[in-house]
């Protein structure tokens, strides 16, 4: 059966008109009618309609930088963090850097890490987090 078209001067041809399908009376999935900017997150044990919080703290637990995003994984979440600390303290006069980034092993990423780095932060973030029998992929 050939497809339906429409013609230059705006006939159609070329056969019937689509099917259309039904809508249903209740959609699929899973909506939250009050936070619909929270997404499903993975949590250790699941998934939660949630966010994902992000923070830089220094030694005497004063916050330089802060973000929210609904991505679940902190991987890809350090060098981003780090600029951002950068940003906020240089917006105050401060011109050092931090000296050190300690984060857990979600956050390990090595480009990142590399990025971090050379630019004069050492990071003390575990490679893994010692769970795996075999290493993840990519590290």
């Known amino acids: ?20 399908e039904p809508l249903p009376e209740q ?3 899973k909506i939250n009618t009050t936070d619909p900017d929270s997404r499903n997150v993975k949590t250790p044990r699941s998934y939660t309609q949630d966010y994902n919080a992000q923070a830089v703290v220094n030694e005497h637990q004063i916050v330089h930088a802060a973000e929210v995003t609904v991505s679940s994984p902190d991987f890809g979440q350090l060098q981003p963090m780090i600029e951002a600390t950068n940003r906020e303290l240089e917006a105050i006069g401060v011109t050092d850097t931090p000296a050190v980034a300690v984060a857990d092993t979600g956050y390990w990423h090595e480009d990142q890490i590399d990025h971090v780095v050379s630019n004069g932060t050492r990071g003390l973030i575990p490679p893994d987090a010692g769970k795996r029998d075999t290493p993840r992929p990519g590290r």
Do not use: C
């Open 1 to 20: 059966m050939a497809s339906a078209g429409i013609s230059a001067d705006g006939r159609r041809f070329g056969g019937r008109e689509p099917k259309l």
């Open 27 to 29: 959609p699929r999935g």
